[in-house]
């Protein structure tokens, strides 16, 4: 028996998990973005409302990574296991 990790769900799950981590990454790029943008090139001159926008558009990108990245994580997620060599039998190591 040797101490090892396995996935918790199959390929295809594993796979929407994968494919979950582009929209959080491009959320995480959007947001970097908005603040660097904001940073670089204030625009005092823009109404509340511009700012409103740009704001909601920051929270909702935020949003987006926090749940996809959670999503992602937990269809990602490996459990420890002992795994004999072998006949493959799993034993978990909670
Ligand atoms: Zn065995």
New binding site residues.
Partial sequence: MIATDIPVFNSVIRTIGAILLIPSALAVIGAVLTVAVLILDPRPEFGIGHWLSVAAGFVGAVIVALVASLISWLLLMRRDVYW?R????LLSRA
């Fill in positions: 004999c072998r006949c493959g039998f």
